[in-house]
């Protein structure tokens, strides 16, 4: 067996181990990619001729990059659950705190990424830290549902704490009540200026 012989070999063990994954597939966009591939595989299956394998293989790596883009596995682990506007209303309408502003919050925190790690280990759609969330009664850290409901509760608290002042309440969701209160205002931590800045500016928006 030469080289080109062993890269085609090479070639085909790849694909077929597409081929055994591609149930995680978008299901509307992949029968092109699974009939041309059924198509070339069967084609092997019949075929005997060293030749008629590499057309084949030929054949699936003729597909265009965007084509091969659009069967890639779907991102669907990662996207927020699609009742997360809802657990966002009930934990507005319970805490009494704008939808609006938890939206805000949690775009700047977590990008709607429920899995979301900081570097400092805050997790999920509210970036809470450990301590604060097992306060707050959380068991799951990463449900979505809990991890909203504790980080409204919390920026209540903050909002209580500070006289409804959203940009007091946001500097204590980000650098802590205490140096809220040592500073007299929002601390001068550039990460906090620029995280009250960047959440205010999308709750007035």
Known sequence: MDIQQLKIMIDLKALNGMNRTNSTYNQNNQSSFQEIFEEAINSLSRQNDFQNKIGAVRLLHSLQSTDIERFQPSAATNEVP???????????????IPKKLIQSIIQHESNFNPTAVSHAGASGLMQLMPTTAKGLGVTDIFDPEQNVFAGAKYMKQMLDKFNGNIDLALAAY????????????????????????????????
């Open 82 to 96: 699609k009742n997360l506007d809802e657990i966002i209303t009930r934990a507005a309408d319970i805490y009494k």
């Open 174 to 205: 980000n650098a802590g009540p205490g140096n809220v209160e040592k500073y007299g205002g929002i601390p001068p931590f550039t990460e906090t200026r620029n995280y009250v800045k960047k959440v205010s500016s999308s709750y007035y928006t």
